[in-house]
C-alpha cells in the first residue's frame, strides 16, 4: 500500500481512472488502531481516504498505484511527442519541399502514435533482459557500467 498527500481542496475523478472510493477514516487514530484490516479493507480498484487536520491521504494498492504510474508515464510520452511533432511541423511549414523534414514528421507522427495500451507495471522488479541466441561475432553487452565505459571512451 502507498499513501500520498492531496490537498483537501483536490478533487477527485473516479471516472478517469476507473477507481472507486474505499473506506474513509476520518482521524490517524481511527485509522491506526484498524492496523492491518483496515488497510486489507482496500480492495483492488478501491481508494482509501484518511483524513487528518491538516491533510487528506489516499491510499491503495500497488497494483492500482502501479496502473496510475503507467497512466502518468504515457501522459508524459504523449506530451513530449506532441512538443517534437509540432517543432517538426514547424520545420516542414518553413521547408515544405524538404523530403527529409517531411520524412521526420511522419517518422515523428508514427512515434507518438505508438502503443494502444497504457503501461503498467507489476511491483518493483528489476529488468532482466531475455536470453537470445546472437552470431558469435556480435558484441552484445548487457551490463550498463561497462556500456557507460565503452561509451565514454568514444
Not at 44 to 73: C, E, M, W
Not at 77 to 100: D, Q, W, Y
Request: with cysteine; hydrophobic share 40%.
Amino acid at each position: 500500500m502507498l499513501l500520498t498527500e492531496t490537498s483537501p481542496q483536490a478533487v477527485f475523478s473516479a471516472a478517469a481512472t476507473d477507481l472507486k472510493p474505499g473506506p474513509e477514516w476520518a482521524s490517524f487514530e481511527q485509522f491506526r488502531t484498524g492496523g492491518v484490516p483496515a488497510l486489507e479493507s482496500i480492495h483492488p480498484g478501491h481508494v482509501g481516504t484518511l483524513r487528518t487536520k491538516a491533510n487528506v491521504y489516499r491510499i491503495l494498492g500497488d497494483r492500482d498505484f502501479q496502473g496510475l504510474i503507467g497512466l502518468a508515464s504515457e501522459v508524459d510520452r504523449l506530451r513530449n511527442g506532441f512538443a517534437t511533432m509540432i517543432h517538426a511541423v514547424r520545420v516542414v511549414k518553413e521547408n515544405p519541399h524538404s523530403p527529409s523534414a517531411v520524412e521526420l514528421l511522419i517518422h515523428i507522427a508514427t512515434q507518438c502514435a505508438g502503443s494502444p495500451v497504457l503501461p503498467a507495471r507489476e511491483g518493483h522488479e528489476p529488468h532482466v533482459p531475455e536470453q537470445v541466441s546472437l552470431p558469435e561475432d556480435d558484441e552484445v553487452i548487457l551490463d550498463p557500467a561497462q556500456l557507460r565505459d565503452r561509451v565514454s571512451q568514444r
